[in-house]
């Protein structure tokens, strides 16, 4: 164990919305709360900065396999007493891989903060990886893999991010693959974590009953390890968006298609243009897609368009479930709908109904404190700050007709797009 190296003062950033504070302790470690005093419960997160995008070829899934590990037993606790220790006071833990980050959660009553505290910090501080356990885990999490192949929409946006993302991390799938899951050691996860889960890379959020000096003292009190730094953040060069159709056979009953190109980062000036159009052309019943797709032609159940935004790239995308006789038709329609998105520009009502989903969407959200504290650690981890809600407003309420177009105009290029269709393959 380290010995720990605190001082008694921390540089504290001085608020910039009512509930919101940040923390930055003297060995590296950032905490951010948003008090919440009308409510009896707080979510706590531990996040890590690091995800799939720090893997190789050969250590592709290490990420989550590490995050299933870390319930399996630490230098005070085993997986049962990890499991039960939030559920026997009517909390509960989880936790999540994605390609950039790793977080560590739980929801508890606000009187059990510490306990929640305590436990995912041990987790994340003090797991041993059991060897046995990792015997144990590798199977669990290759019948996760043999389930997702089974699910074909996770199959067709699997294989289209292979394909568009082509030599970039993000061409590889976070859970891996069942050759590198079998090739795993108790010193490839130790190695894994040693360089990754550093204190400059690990932030504590929480949101709900909970007062910021509380929170502090309690990150404190267990998340005591020296000051240190991991390693930089690996870079890459550009994806460049280029053509490519892929299709697959499948013993399925129904084609499933993604179709779509590179978008941009979180920090590009054009995101909330891009949030509107993607609003208007795919998220929801009333969305282009949605109405001539599914409503006026009736060929898919699901139909919707995409977008993620991450920290140096991004994507966009269509999907759509349907008969493998309609993939022509329905890739025609879908292109037809990103024409007009170039072409033409929004009516007014159009435009602020998009707007009236997005901010109505993020408020809905934020009435959960889970919500709320996945807000701050996302806010953090993508722009070491936090973005009040009315600034988020002002942004959208800012876009206009004419963004986006000018948007759809640099994402709709459709000669360069990535398309990958699951067509079903029917054995009699």
């Not at 504070?21 to 948003?34: A, F, M, Y």
């Not at 356990?133 to 991010?161: C, N």
């Not at 990754?196 to 949101?207: C, E, G, K, P, S």
């Not at 609003?279 to 006026?296: A, C, H, N, T, Y």
Request: glycine letters at 6%; a neutral charge.
């Amino acid at each position: 164990m380290s010995t720990p190296i605190l001082s008694k003062l921390a540089h504290t950033e001085p608020s910039i919305h009512h509930a919101y504070r940040k923390t930055t302790l003297p060995n590296g470690i950032r905490v951010i709360s948003e008090e919440i005093p009308s409510v009896k419960s707080v979510s706590i997160g531990i996040w890590i900065d690091t995800g799939s995008r720090n893997e190789t070829d050969t250590t592709s899934g290490i990420s989550h396999f590490v995050e299933h590990m870390m319930f399996k037993g630490t230098e005070k606790r085993n997986y049962r007493q990890i499991a039960q220790s939030l559920e026997s006071v009517g909390g509960y833990m989880n936790a999540f891989t994605t390609k950039e980050h790793t977080c560590y959660y739980a929801r508890v009553l606000d009187e059990f903060a510490e306990r929640a505290v305590d436990v995912l910090s041990d987790m994340v501080l003090h797991s041993v990886f059991p060897v046995k356990e990792i015997a144990k885990e590798r199977t669990v999490i290759l019948e996760e893999i043999k389930r997702s192949e089974d699910d074909p929409d996770d199959m067709v946006q699997e294989l289209f991010e292979k394909h568009l993302f082509d030599t970039h991390p993000f061409a590889r799938p976070i859970i891996g693959t069942a050759e590198t899951v079998t090739s795993f050691t108790q010193d490839d996860l130790f190695a894994y974590t040693s360089r990754f889960y550093t204190n400059d890379r690990i932030i504590l959020a929480a949101a709900g009953n909970i007062g910021h000096e509380k929170l502090v003292a309690l990150a404190e009190k267990y998340l005591r390890r020296r000051k240190g730094t991991g390693e930089k953040e690996r870079s890459f060069p550009a994806v460049q968006p280029k053509y490519r159709s892929e299709r697959y056979a499948r013993p399925i009953q129904q084609a499933h298609v993604c179709t779509g190109t590179i978008a941009f980062s979180v920090h590009h000036a054009m995101r909330y243009p891009a949030m509107v159009m993607n609003s208007v052309l795919g998220d929801g019943m009333s969305s282009r897609l949605f109405q001539q797709i599914r409503e006026k032609h009736g060929l898919a159940y699901s139909v919707f368009s995409f977008l993620g935004l991450m920290k140096d790239t991004g994507s966009f995308g269509i999907y759509v479930g349907t008969d493998k006789g309609s993939v022509k038709k329905a890739l025609s329609l879908s292109n037809k709908e990103l024409d007009k998105m170039k072409m033409t520009l929004l009516t007014g009502t159009e435009l602020q109904r998009a707007k009236a989903q997005l901010k109505g969407s993020m408020l809905l959200s934020l009435e959960s404190t889970s919500n709320r504290m996945m807000r701050l650690g996302n806010g953090e981890l993508y722009y070491k700050s936090y973005t009040p809600l009315d600034a988020i407003v002002r942004n959208i309420d800012a876009v206009t007709a004419d963004d986006v177009r000018t948007v759809s105009r640099q994402l709709f290029d459709t000669d360069a797009f990535t398309t990958v269709v699951l067509d079903p393959e029917l054995k009699n």
